[in-house]
């Protein structure tokens, strides 16, 4: 059910939104885990590493993007961070806390940057694991595969694509101008 009642906002993230940002980015891989027989501290261990190598690899090669925390209620939710280039509007990454998950709300951040990329006359592209459930929600939302590159692929839409679907998909785990914050 899409939730156009729940009000968003998007903000800078701040040095204390990081133990925030690590759990989002485990319940991200939680499947994952689960598939792995190791212990919970293995668990904890390695996603922590990976999510810090992910963190500094984001904030070392695109300085410029804007890394956002998605807010309700001054509640941290989700993340998202996005790449604007000359050429093109990259998002980068999307992730919402399980509990919000399935309610439209990534479809309703994606909407506003596929019109922020129109209005741009640019593409606005992604890079996706192919076994990701995202990648079919992408597709379904207009995207197109452009390029693979090992397990992943590269994908874009351009402002001229067909109109996006309307239904929110389940795969909603994984804008606004940096300074303020913006409701969506």
């Not at 792995?36 to 690899?57: M, N």
């Not at 596929?114 to 990648?135: F, I, Q, S, Y």
């Not at 197109?144 to 309307?166: D, F, I, K, N, T």
Request: proline share 7%; hydrophobic share 40%.
């Amino acid at each position: 059910m899409l939730t156009d009642s729940i009000e968003i906002r998007l903000r800078p993230e701040q040095p204390g939104d990081s133990e925030f940002l690590y759990q989002l980015y485990a319940s991200t891989r939680a499947e994952e885990m689960a598939l792995t027989g190791w212990s919970d501290a293995q668990k904890e261990a390695f996603l922590r590493s990976q999510f810090h190598l992910q963190y500094t690899h984001y904030h070392r090669y695109y300085p410029e993007a804007s890394f956002d925390v998605i807010v309700e209620d001054a509640q941290p939710i989700g993340r998202l961070y996005v790449y604007r280039a000359p050429a093109e509007i990259r998002l980068m990454d999307i992730a919402i806390v399980p509990q919000y998950r399935s309610r439209g709300l990534g479809t309703r951040l994606l909407t506003r940057l596929l019109e922020e990329a129109a209005d741009a006359g640019k593409p606005l592209t992604l890079h996706v694991d192919r076994n990701n459930p995202a990648a079919r929600w992408y597709e379904r939302l207009g995207f197109r595969p452009v390029a693979e590159s090992g397990p992943y692929l590269q994908m874009e839409r351009h402002a001229a694509s067909e109109p996006m679907a309307a239904e929110p998909m389940a795969a909603e785990s994984h804008v606004a101008d940096r300074g303020n914050a913006k409701s969506c």
